[in-house]
Nanobody, 114 residues
């Protein structure tokens, strides 16, 4: 049974930082490219950061230089360090496979106030 559990969201002022975590179970985590996605109200879910099984990363243009994705295969966990947050980063953040989607978790809400 696949389970993705996101945590670490919250309310933060513009310019602040948050670190999101996602613990995966039921998948062969260490060989899978993983991604962080976000969905703002009224918008489609979008991929904001991805990481391969050998730590090659890529980012959506609006988060480059502010977000950092990383992974710890020993803990089946993928992280998203977010800094210099902006109100437009407000969304529910999810993790999932980058090239293959599993059942979505509940996500973690990130709210950035101006």
């Amino acid at each position: 049974q696949v389970q993705l559990v996101e945590s670490g969201g919250g309310l933060v002022q513009a310019g602040g930082s948050l670190r999101l975590s996602c613990v995966a179970s039921g998948i062969n985590f260490s060989i899978l490219p993983m991604g962080w996605y976000r969905q703002a109200p009224g918008n489609q879910r979008e991929l904001v950061a991805g990481i391969t099984n050998n730590d090659i990363t890529n980012y959506e243009d609006s988060v480059k230089g502010r977000f950092t994705i990383s992974r710890d295969n020993a803990k089946n966990t993928v992280y998203l360090q977010m800094k210099s947050l902006k109100p437009e980063d407000t969304a529910v953040y999810y993790c999932n496979g980058k090239n293959r989607w599993f059942s979505w978790g509940q996500g973690t809400q990130v709210t950035v106030s101006s």
